[in-house]
């Protein structure tokens, strides 16, 4: 495979305007598989080919639609309505729980949903209707401006410009560009402990009272980080609805989440229900973390396919080593 192809699998952070608006764009994953008979005629350098559309699919499959992620996506809406006609403090939302519960990814869905809505209701505007950022850890108020800006891809920020000039700055390219939903990830980087944080926090405010538009934030145990205490996270806690996240139980939709996966699986030879089967032991393996489960059966897809077995086993399971976390929590350890 050549460079430029190559380039085109890549995807660019959406941190950035470009790279947001291309994952808006992405269709989501899709592939056709060859009937047997053909895929077991095929040449070196065809079978090459298929496997490597093969592994591009299985390295990013299907995004499952969660309790989570139906949540978030309807809290999310529901507040962009209340906030609609809004003058005073509006109302924010935070997304709160575990690393790799599915933060992240219910907040991307939420603005992809709300991105292409907005799309077609109003075809042909040159709007930004969303903005995705994440909190600079050790931040500043200037390296959250200049987050801000990087994403609206303005000029680089002089040495010289002060912190309220980069947000005057930005504030008004994004009423120009009509946003009404700015999405705030790693929120947990906000300690408002430190001299630091409570700067970052208040600049924070400075956006949402500056801006007509929703705020949704996302953070590992929110709660627990200081986001809420003082007289400025009670100001906080006030504005916002409060969604926690955290590993499935080993019932109905843990078995659902495993078919979904399976079903979107593209291998010849794996037999249909092994996961469904294995329903107790995939849920001990990531302690019911989505994103673990979900790092486990693409990776395991993606041996099978480079190995030539075309199966997902158990013993092949054994050999995907998870995320250290749920390697901690399937051994006991604290």
Request: net charge positive.
């Amino acid at each position: 495979m050549n460079d430029e192809l190559l380039d085109a699998d890549r995807r660019e952070p959406t941190m950035t305007l470009s790279g947001w608006r291309r994952f808006i764009d992405s269709p989501p994953a899709t592939f056709s598989p060859l009937p047997d008979e053909q895929w077991r005629k095929l040449t070196d350098d065809a079978r090459g080919r298929y496997d490597e559309a093969r592994i591009n699919y299985h390295s990013e499959m299907v995004v499952v639609a969660t309790s989570t992620v139906r949540e978030v996506a309807r809290q999310g809406r529901l507040l962009t309505f209340l906030n609609r006609r809004e003058i005073s403090a509006r109302r924010g939302l935070i997304v709160s729980g575990l690393q790799t519960t599915g933060k992240s990814t219910a907040l991307k869905q939420l603005g992809r949903t709300h991105e292409l809505m907005v799309r077609q209701r109003h075809p042909g505007h040159d709007r930004i209707p969303v903005v995705y950022v994440t909190t600079p850890p050790k931040g500043s108020p200037r390296k959250l401006a200049m987050e801000f800006a990087r994403f609206l891809g303005l000029p680089a920020v002089r040495r010289g410009q002060n912190t309220t000039d980069i947000a005057d700055a930005v504030c008004q390219v994004l009423i120009d560009a009509r946003v009404d939903l700015v999405l705030v990830d790693e929120i947990h980087n906000l300690n408002l402990a430190t001299s630091a944080g409570e700067d970052m926090s208040d600049h924070l405010k400075y956006f949402t009272e500056h801006l007509p538009a929703t705020f949704v934030y996302a953070g590992i145990n929110v709660e627990r980080s200081g986001l809420f205490t003082g007289v400025r996270g009670k100001q906080i806690a006030g504005r916002c609805v409060l969604i926690n996240t955290g590993p499935f139980a080993c019932r109905d939709e843990w078995a659902s989440l495993l078919a979904t996966l399976e079903a979107a699986l593209r291998l010849h030879r794996h037999e249909p229900g092994t996961l469904p089967k294995l329903t107790r032991y995939l849920h001990q393996r990531t302690g019911g973390m989505i994103g673990s489960l979900s790092h486990l059966v693409r990776a395991a897809a993606l041996t099978a396919i480079l190995d030539g077995t075309e199966q997902i086993t158990r013993k092949l399971l054994d050999s995907i080593p998870v995320d250290h976390a749920a390697q901690s929590a399937a051994h006991g350890v604290a």
